[in-house]
């Protein structure tokens, strides 16, 4: 059975022309590039063209780029190394409490360390209130953290609004853009943000490498200590195959960005439309319009989001019930309870993240497959049962 892969949200696929431009520094090209011969000049020049690329493809310079192991130790670097490098002008991060949890845990973290953290709340679509910010906002904050776009519901938050709040009130300003980059246009200066994370693995790229964007100016900490890898805020030898991946697959997604987005769109309305008319009892999660190309997440009444999981997976579609980092966890959504949503509606969530290799024939083969598993799932539940007689 020929797989239908729709949960590019968790990982997505290498591109052929991104590991054909890695695998040569795997053996061919596999100097240090710390060291001053050959082999190393060629791995730094490798390097430097990555940075460049990433630079570009965030309307960035390529000195405020600082490469890392992914998203989840950009977001840790940004949040802890802020924090204690401002302790002494204050204790008072602002977040959301639809992060994900690589920034949730890490405020978490700092809370028992002495900090004080204030999570906004969001609205029935997953959107911050710009203003809930501006009120949250005391003369000890310190940081804001707040997602570019929800990695479970894809809504697309107000960062740039924030990011201007924040820079008036001389306050740092850290966006996740882990779920943004290579999929809807991000300018670092437009964002007004001072640090921002990506993620390799996202776009095209490989596993494991991921960037730190940090505006020219901000005194944070260094996150490793050891060697001056760069420029002595992050040590440890570079991964320069991973490092010439990134490089090379945010440079493919910023060039195709228009033409991606039209097509990821076109798929995503039409799986949308086509599910919310064949399934009752069925809502459509996140923003109607402020929401990423290729995000679908619906909750299913008197379904577990689990059966449709593995149920689907026997008809070749993958798919998932969440994030990546939690689709082992039997709890509901912390994204889809900040929403409003009870348990029970939570517990029933299936999150479609399309990509550029999906086709309009598989999206058309999960509005004829799906209606059939929750119609068979709903008839082992005696709620389903009820609502139908109108008890």
Excluded at 85 to 95: D, F, S, V
Aim: charged fraction near 25%.
């Amino acid at each position: 059975m020929e797989k239908i892969y729709l949960d590019n949200a968790a990982t997505t696929p290498v591109k052929k022309e991104v590991l054909d431009e890695m695998m040569p520094y795997f053996s061919e090209k596999f100097g240090n590039a710390s060291t001053l011969y050959s082999y190393g000049r060629e791995s730094k020049k490798a390097l430097d063209i990555a940075r460049d690329r990433v630079a570009k493809a965030l309307g960035a310079d390529p000195a405020e780029i600082y490469f890392t192991s992914g998203g989840t130790e950009s977001d840790n670097w940004a949040i802890k190394a802020a924090a204690y490098a401002l302790r002494e002008k204050g204790n008072h991060i602002i977040t959301t409490s639809i992060e994900h949890h690589a920034v949730l845990h890490t405020c978490e973290y700092l809370k028992k360390q002495g900090f004080k953290i204030t999570y906004l709340p969001v609205d029935e679509y997953g959107l911050v209130d710009v203003e809930e910010v501006k009120k949250a906002i005391t003369d000890q904050t310190i940081l804001i953290s707040v997602m570019y776009a929800n990695n479970e519901v894809g809504t697309i938050e107000p960062v740039a609004e924030i990011g201007e709040i924040a820079k008036e009130r001389g306050i740092l300003f850290h966006t996740d853009a882990v779920q943004a980059v290579g999929h809807i246009p991000v300018d670092v200066k437009k964002l007004n943000c001072d640090m921002l994370s990506l993620s390799a693995h996202k776009f095209y790229g490989p596993k494991g490498i991921g960037a730190l964007y940090i505006r020219k100016g901000v005194k944070i900490h260094p996150y490793m200590h050891g060697g001056g890898q760069e420029k002595g805020r992050r040590a440890g030898t570079e991964n320069i195959p991973a490092i010439v991946g990134l490089g090379k697959a945010i440079e493919l997604a910023t060039q195709n960005l228009n033409q991606s987005m039209e097509k990821l769109t076109f798929l995503r309305n039409k799986l949308i439309n086509g599910l919310l008319n064949k399934i009752d009892h069925v809502k459509l999660n996140g923003h109607p319009e402020k929401r990423l190309p290729g995000n679908v997440n619906i909750s299913v009444e008197y379904v577990e989001g689990e059966s449709m999981l593995l149920s689907l997976d026997m008809k070749g579609i993958c798919a998932s019930s969440g994030s990546a980092c939690t689709s082992g966890s039997l709890d509901p959504s912390h994204v889809l309870l900040a929403m409003g949503l009870p348990h029970e509606l939570a517990h029933g969530s299936l999150r479609f993240s399309i990509g550029e290799q999906n086709t309009e024939e598989e999206i058309d083969y999960v509005i004829q497959v799906l209606p059939d598993i929750v119609a068979r799932l709903r008839e082992m539940s005696p709620l389903y049962e009820k609502a139908r007689e109108g008890k």
